[in-house]
T-cell receptor
Framework: DGGITQSPKYLFRKEGQNVTLSCEQN?????MYWYRQDPGQGLRLIYY???????QKGDIAEGYSVSREKKESFPLTVTSAQKNPTAFYLC?????????????FGQGTRLTVV | GENVEQHPSTLSVQEGDSAVIKCTYS??????FPWYKQELGKGPQLIID?????GEKKDQRIAVTLNKTAKHFSLHITETQPEDSAVYFC???????????FGTGTSLTVIP
């Protein structure tokens, strides 16, 4: 089945540590996105990538980093510089890096700082 | 940039009643308006969308209306069922844009 796979589903991080969230898609989509979801705030864009080896900052990129070495993979690193990393993280993809097209989402990763 | 506002934040209806969720947007250039349903612990899934050259679209019990002049669009769910209980997000984007702008979500509860 085609889709987006995020792992792990739950992740615990100690303060001061970097952690990497995995996102893999087998939909042959060009564009991939990372969103952060907090209660009552909807989805906020962290980073997006329209093609391999290229990515752009979204609205809340500070404290995060990404890479896009392969079309199907778009990992997100939450660095120690992110002051409030506890949240639900969603990865998405679209056929093109443009609007007017359906976004497919993964099941999410819930990150908790302990 | 685009700003999407969504109301209400929570909505409870009796099974069989209708539910309406409303969104407004700020950028008159936005021309694609999807609605996503998110069940607990899962990622959002597209349930219906509308483009700016259309005023209304229906898919069984779900309909979306768009008023470009007033810059608002609404989701209508008729004959609600318990499985409709979820969080619903509206969004807006430009055809030539590179991201979606999401509303803050509506938590819908259908009471059996």
């Amino acid at each position: 089945d085609g889709g987006i796979t995020q792992s792990p589903k739950y992740l615990f991080r100690k303060e001061g540590q970097n952690v990497t969230l995995s996102c893999e898609q087998n939909l042959n989509h060009d564009a991939m996105y990372w969103y952060r979801q907090d209660p009552g705030q909807g989805l906020r864009l962290i980073y997006y990538s329209q093609i391999v080896n290229d990515f752009q900052k979204g609205d809340i990129a500070e404290g995060y980093s990404v890479s896009r070495e392969k079309k199907e993979s778009f990992p997100l690193t939450v660095t120690s510089a992110q002051k409030n990393p506890t949240a639900f993280y969603l990865c998405a993809s679209t056929t093109q890096g443009l609007g007017e097209t359906e976004a497919f989402f993964g099941q999410g990763t819930r990150l908790t700082v302990v | 940039g685009e700003n999407v506002e969504q109301h209400p934040s929570t909505l409870s209806v009796q099974e069989g009643d209708s539910a309406v969720i409303k969104c407004t947007y700020s950028d008159s250039a936005s021309n694609y308006f999807p609605w996503y349903k998110q069940e607990l612990g899962k990622g959002p899934q597209l349930i219906i969308d509308i483009r700016s050259n259309v005023g209304e679209k229906k898919d069984q019990r779900i309909a979306v209306t768009l008023n470009k002049t007033a810059k608002h669009f609404s989701l209508h769910i008729t004959e609600t069922q318990p499985e409709d209980s979820a969080v619903y997000f509206c969004a807006a984007s430009l055809a030539a844009g590179n991201q979606f702008y999401f509303g803050t979500g509506t938590s819908l509860t259908v009471i059996p």
